[in-house]
């Protein structure tokens, strides 16, 4: 137990301090004004804000996980519709807490074979490509269209979520010739019922298809996309859900790392803002993995959907000027 802590420890630190830097280093000091002028502008102290970032960031690191959506989706609508920090200093956090949960994680669920190497990385490659394009348009955009076009996003996630009928094992009949030569497949424990499950995909060129949708909406609007990887990898390439739960966290460390340069070049990755945030998620997410293998993803299925369509409502208000 002590030496889990302390590489919990460790990693915290390391990643606190690489952004810290890389951030000193891409920050303009009108974003920092502009940044502490929001956050002075609620009549707290400073360290309200980071604060209760963490905590949030921690309880959302445990959910993330375990729903296999990535820390992003909910990061994303909720810290821009009701704390006061600007939408692209936002976007650019959330992306850093999506690439946090999914570094912290991605190990052990490697380990435990529920993330596979050859079935994340032809996705992720695809997904990381268009995430630039999204990033860079995204940024362009005003913040009001930025906030009505990502409250429409996530109301249709929280319709996809409601509609997207998931397998735990789906039916494979005949194994893909393109995912056949590129080796996906394998087997896996399935603690539940202490067989080993072999498991094989097909649909593997719509399936790219759909990753270079997703990596573009994770690019502009700093989402994440474990929303939308878990039903295509499940639903479209027939991945077991465990399975795809385990390479969508995967999939996120690669495609969100992309994007986040994007947002840190232009200088939309505030410190105040992402190390707590990254910190939180992290710890978080190690026991969201445990939480994992222990339950099925479907038992907090409904309160992501109430708190996600909540969240679209508010971030589509408020991008009308209605709230």
């Given amino acids: 137990m002590r030496i889990f802590r302390f590489k919990i420890f460790i990693i915290v630190c390391l990643a606190a301090f690489s952004v810290g830097i890389f951030s000193l280093f891409a920050v303009d000091a009108s974003d920092v004004t502009q940044l502490t002028n929001e956050v002075a502008g ?3 102290a400073w360290w309200i804000l980071p604060l209760t970032l963490f905590v949030f960031t921690f309880i959302l690191g445990i959910v993330a996980i375990a729903a296999g959506i990535g820390g992003g989706v909910l990061f994303v609508p909720i810290v821009s519709g009701f704390f006061p920090i600007g939408i692209d200093f936002v976007r650019g956090a959330g992306l850093m807490v999506a690439l946090a949960g999914a570094l912290s994680a991605s190990p052990a669920l490697l ?5 596979n190497l050859r079935l994340a990385i032809p996705m992720a490659l695809i997904a990381s490509a268009s995430s630039i394009v999204g990033a860079k348009i995204g940024l362009q955009l005003p913040a009001h ?3 009505i076009f990502l409250g429409i996003i996530i109301v249709g996630i929280v319709f996809i979520l409601l509609l997207a009928k998931k397998s735990e094992f789906p039916h494979v009949a005949k194994e893909d010739s393109l995912g056949k ?4 497949g394998g ?3 399935e603690e539940s019922t202490g067989k080993n499950v072999a498991w094989k995909v097909h649909r593997v060129i719509p399936a790219m298809f759909l990753f270079v949708i997703i990596g573009f909406l994770a690019g502009m609007f700093g989402l994440g996309a474990g929303w939308a990887n878990v039903p295509v990898l499940n639903l479209v390439l027939g991945a077991p859900l465990k399975i795809a739960v385990g390479t969508s966290i995967f999939i ?3 495609t969100d790392t992309t994007a986040a340069w994007v947002y840190l070049n232009n200088s939309a990755i505030i410190p105040l803002i992402v190390v707590p945030s990254m910190a939180g998620m992290m710890i978080g997410t190690r026991i969201g993995v445990k939480v994992l293998e222990k339950t099925k993803p479907g038992l907090i299925k409904w309160g992501v959907i109430i708190l996600l369509g909540l969240t679209g409502i508010r971030s589509l208000l408020k991008g009308l000027g209605v709230w």
């Fill in 42 to 44: 609620t009549d707290k």
């Fill in 111 to 115: 380990k435990k074979g529920l993330a």
């Fill in 145 to 147: 269209l930025v906030q």
């Fill in 181 to 184: 030569k590129l080796g996906i």
């Fill in 187 to 189: 087997t896996y424990l």
């Fill in 252 to 254: 996120l460390s690669l």
